[in-house]
């Protein structure tokens, strides 16, 4: 079984500081790991991934994740918030082997950018 | 490219109507998902289907039944509407090879309520 968790419901930060919103997740096997965005009443955007190598990976925006194996999480970061990053964002997981491709998503975690 | 589309935008619904909720994608796109999306719970996968002509249950199956019949179509339906079915529902596409293999690409989502 897969799980995602995103312990914060909303993380609030000023425009030009860096922000993380974190993930932890639990996988059987070896974890793929995404990020995506929600901008209101729109669908889902994906951000970035990390499948295998390098633990930091970039993706869209500037924005990047470091994936722990240890620790299980794979935190969402960027070094300087603009305010319109604020939005909604999930992280999803799928185990490598997963016949169907499917994803199971956190809870979302409500960014909020204030100039 | 008109990517993922989802028809009807908003549709209201009274207890016990029946309806059917129209994803097309034109992507050449391998693989279809449908998801509810409600608040503090993320995307939760209804079905998906990795080809023409082929489905399958994810997380949330009950109530709800699909059909592709067309590899451009993913079609959702509901036999018997009930409020516990009011929420957000987005569909999404991914291919199964190419660069782009482990990016869903997502609908614009469909508001259902049922009274």
């Known amino acids: 079984a897969q799980s995602v968790a995103q312990p914060e419901d909303q993380v609030n930060v000023a425009e030009g500081n860096p922000l993380t919103v974190k993930c932890t997740y639990s996988?059987?096997?070896?974890?793929?790991l995404f990020w995506y965005v929600q901008y209101p009443n729109r669908g889902l955007q994906f951000l970035l991934k990390y499948i295998t190598g390098d633990n930091l990976v970039k993706g869209s925006y500037g924005f990047e994740a470091e994936f722990n194996k240890s620790q299980t999480s794979f935190h969402l970061k960027k070094p300087s918030a603009l305010v319109s990053d604020s939005a909604l964002y999930f992280c999803a997981v799928r185990e490598s082997d997963n016949a169907g491709n499917m994803l199971t998503f956190g809870g979302g975690t409500r960014l909020m950018v204030k100039p | 490219n008109a990517g993922v589309t989802q028809t009807p935008k908003f549709r209201v619904l009274k207890t016990g109507q029946s309806m059917t909720l129209l994803c097309a994608q034109d992507m050449n796109h391998e693989y279809m998902y449908w998801y509810r999306q409600d608040p503090g719970m993320g995307l939760r996968l209804i079905h998906y289907s990795v080809g023409e002509g082929t489905t399958a249950k994810g997380e949330v199956p009950d109530g709800y039944n699909v059909s592709r019949l067309k590899k451009q179509n993913f079609l959702l339906g509901l036999e018997s509407a009930a409020p516990s079915q009011t929420s957000v529902y987005f569909c999404?596409?991914?291919?199964?090879?190419?660069?782009?293999?482990?990016?869903?690409?997502f609908g614009p989502g469909t508001r259902l309520t049922v009274t």
């Open positions: 999404a596409s991914k291919p199964a090879r190419g660069p782009r293999i482990y990016e869903q690409y």
């Open positions: 996988v059987s096997g070896n974890p793929y």
